[in-house]
């Protein structure tokens, strides 16, 4: 494996370094000083200090995963290593004996290369766009889970976030359950008193009107994944019966007394936060962490802005019926973007997808998009409040911050640093691009990155 990072923390020891570099290279790493910006990084550190949690967001910032190895004599604390995930660290690996450290890095490196290989195949970008490091992040998970295990998967996230889609690139990249069928079932279109046998299935006589036997979704989907959409809308009972199914894989139809058994991968979505309804006792606590297994939470627009206007330009191609990207697929205009990139989207990737099916179906021409292609419904008005970058996850950050006793300087200087660190992974490391969306100058941005250290 070429382009991978190497970086060694100050106070790390030259010997020990040296020999686990030489131990990566004889297992086929090949490591260097300046890799491509997404390639992973192999940071070596001695002792848990500030310097190296700046090193790992530094080089973890943007698409790069870090591995950080410990050199040192004392191992790093529970605490230490908690650390320095939350700080960007994909891994944390003790580096005492440089063989078996290098077996286990090189490991992880050979899955995230075949991880990277898939998401950034066409079948999976034509299906799931995007390239934010926020979308990718939860890409990564999400084809390492359906291609390389066979666990349960739910997916959380708001309405428009792309969850059945996901559902379906996850039985795609299932090779165990690709061949056999994905069955689809709306748990919010489910009539109380036919949810048997939507599940189940029943035989002939069954109740009135069942004038013949039927297959219901756990027979459809046997060796292959079913798919329970909006599964907090399950009544209790149902869920208890659903329960049974997913621990033993066996079922009932109505009104036969035989068992049959069915094997298939379960996956599920929700826009409802199903802690709160598991402590509310409104959804069984045995049920969700038989089908949480695996817990994806699909990031709304607002939280990957990076990804509206190549979206925008997607589905303009898609409605122009020209290719991604061609000629034939016409630009935006700079007022027509800051609309774009200022507008609310409640309904997420689903409600800016029909929003550009509205623009295309009102431009003519071979011009760019402009002001006047928007729907007036959908033009901003006296008063539309400007766009509002702050939001509760950042109330939430400073209230932490004051409950812990940081002072208004220190919370003012963590804010700058985090831009920056976001602004440099958003431009994939490029000082000049990150420095003009941050509104400095390249020696501006330069200097506070040389204090910050």
């Known amino acids: ?49 500030a310097g190296v949690h700046e090193a790992v967001r530094e080089r973890g910032s943007g698409f790069a995963r870090v591995v950080a190895v410990h050199l040192g004599d004392a191992a790093p604390t529970a605490a230490q290593c908690w650390g320095l995930l939350d700080a960007g660290a994909a891994d944390v690996v003790d580096g005492a004996a440089p063989a078996a450290a290098a077996a286990a890095i090189t490991a992880r490196l050979r899955r995230w290369q075949q991880v990277d290989a898939l998401v950034d195949s066409p079948l999976v970008r034509q299906n799931l766009a995007g390239s934010s490091p926020a979308w990718r992040r939860v890409l990564q998970q999400v084809v390492e889970a359906a291609a390389f295990g066979d666990a349960s998967v739910l997916l959380a996230g708001e309405s428009g976030t792309g969850k059945e889609l996901t559902a379906r690139l996850i039985h795609t990249l299932d090779a165990r359950r690709s061949q056999r069928p994905l069955v689809v079932l709306d748990c919010t279109t489910v009539m109380p008193e036919l949810s048997g046998s939507e599940f189940f299935g029943h035989e002939r006589g069954a109740f009135t009107g ?21 599964v907090g809308e399950l009544p209790a009972a149902l869920q208890a019966q659903l329960l049974r199914v997913v621990q033993e894989r066996s079922y009932k139809r109505l009104g036969s007394t035989q068992w049959q058994r069915s094997e298939f991968r379960l996956v599920c979505a929700t826009n409802r936060s199903l802690d709160d309804e598991v402590s509310r006792g409104a959804f069984r606590a045995d049920l969700y962490y038989r089908i949480a297994t695996c817990v994806f939470r699909l990031p709304p627009l607002r939280e990957r802005p990076e990804d509206i206007i190549p979206l925008a330009l997607r589905f303009l191609a898609e ?73 509760d ?8 911050a004051l409950n812990l006793g940081v002072g208004l300087r220190d919370i003012s200087a963590g804010a700058a640093d985090a831009a920056i660190r976001i602004a440099l992974g958003t431009e994939c490391g490029n000082l000049q691009r990150a420095a003009r969306r941050l509104g400095v100058t390249d020696r501006a941005l330069q200097l506070r990155r040389a204090t910050a250290r």
């Open 1 to 49: 494996m070429e382009g991978i990072g190497y970086h060694v923390c100050e106070g790390a020891s030259p010997p020990r370094a040296d020999a686990l570099r030489l131990a990566l290279s004889d297992l086929g790493v090949e490591t260097g000083d300046a890799p491509p910006h997404d390639a992973p990084v192999v940071l070596l550190f001695e002792t848990v200090d």
């Open 210 to 230: 069942a004038a013949a036997p039927r297959e219901g979704a756990f027979a459809l989907a046997d060796g292959g994944t079913l798919f329970l959409d909006e």
């Open 319 to 391: 409605a122009k019926g020209s290719a991604e990207g061609s000629a034939e697929t016409p630009a935006l205009t700079p007022p027509v973007r800051d609309y774009l990139l200022g507008r609310r989207f409640p309904g997420n990737v689903r409600e800016l997808r029909q929003l550009m099916l509205r623009i295309a179906s009102r431009h003519v021409g071979d011009g760019p998009i402009t002001v006047g292609d928007i729907p007036p419904q959908e033009r901003p008005t006296e008063d539309t409040p400007p766009p509002d970058w702050r939001g």
């Open 393 to 400: 996850d950042l109330d939430g950050a400073i209230r932490r």
